[in-house]
Structure formats: structure tokens, C-alpha cells
């Protein structure tokens, strides 16, 4: 009933920059908070950034001062600017929101996308 849509992902060289974006469609009433998370093959999901319905934002320490989180909450839409990319940063990168949805329930759920794959050649 509700999707999130992630794009953006790609290979670049380190140093370089991605912008990663996400929209969520589908039956919303609204969206609380906003993430993005990564995945290595072998490793834990770990947290990326999240931003609040506010626009307070947290980032993970590793990443900090380099991606830049933000939303747009009109569009239900959260974007991860992500520059001076290392090899490190290497993982599918994963969208994640807090919905009430638009059924008569309006349950409060945690819906994740498919997935973008980030790659930082060395």
C-alpha cells in the first residue's frame, strides 16, 4: 500500500558526489521520520541520517560533515546529498519512513525501499 521509491545511486570515484532521493507514494496520512540506512554485503544495516518531520537531522559519526540530509515534505520526499565519497561509503543505501497511513486505521508503520546501490571505486 505504500512504496518507497529510492534513486540516484551509482559507481563514482572517491571524492566525487551522489544525491540519493526517495519518494513515498501509496495511502499516506503523514510521514514522521525520514532515514536513510546502508547495507554492506556481510554487514549489519547501519544508520545513515535521519531527519524529522521538523527538519532535525542526525548523522552517523562516519559520515558527518561530508551527506547532508533534507526533505520535502509537500513532495514526501527525503534526499541524501552525499559528497567526498570513500570507498567505505560503499553499500545499498536504503530509504526508510515512519507512516501513518490513509486507511481508516491510520496505523503507524515503518516501510523501507528496495535499495540503491552506492559504489566508491578505489
Known amino acids: 500500500q505504500v512504496q518507497l521509491g529510492e534513486s540516484g545511486g551509482g559507481l563514482v570515484q572517491p571524492g566525487g558526489s551522489l544525491r540519493l532521493s526517495c519518494a513515498a507514494s501509496?495511502?499516506?496520512?503523514?510521514?514522521?521520520?525520514m532515514g536513510w540506512y546502508r547495507q554492506a554485503p556481510g554487514k549489519q544495516r547501519d544508520l545513515v541520517a535521519t531527519?524529522?518531520?521538523?527538519?532535525?537531522?542526525n548523522y552517523a559519526d562516519s559520515v558527518k560533515g561530508r551527506f547532508t540530509i533534507s526533505r520535502d515534505n509537500a513532495k514526501n520526499t527525503v534526499y541524501l546529498q552525499m559528497n567526498s565519497l570513500k570507498p567505505e561509503d560503499t553499500a545499498v543505501y536504503y530509504c526508510?519512513?515512519?507512516?501513518?497511513?490513509?486507511?481508516?486505521?491510520?496505523?503507524?508503520?515503518?516501510?523501507w525501499g528496495q535499495g540503491t546501490q552506492v559504489t566508491v571505486s578505489s
Open positions: 501509496g495511502s499516506i496520512f503523514s510521514i514522521d521520520a
Open positions: 526508510n519512513a515512519e507512516i501513518r497511513g490513509g486507511s481508516y486505521t491510520r496505523a503507524v508503520r515503518v516501510w
Open positions: 531527519v524529522t518531520s521538523g527538519g532535525s537531522t
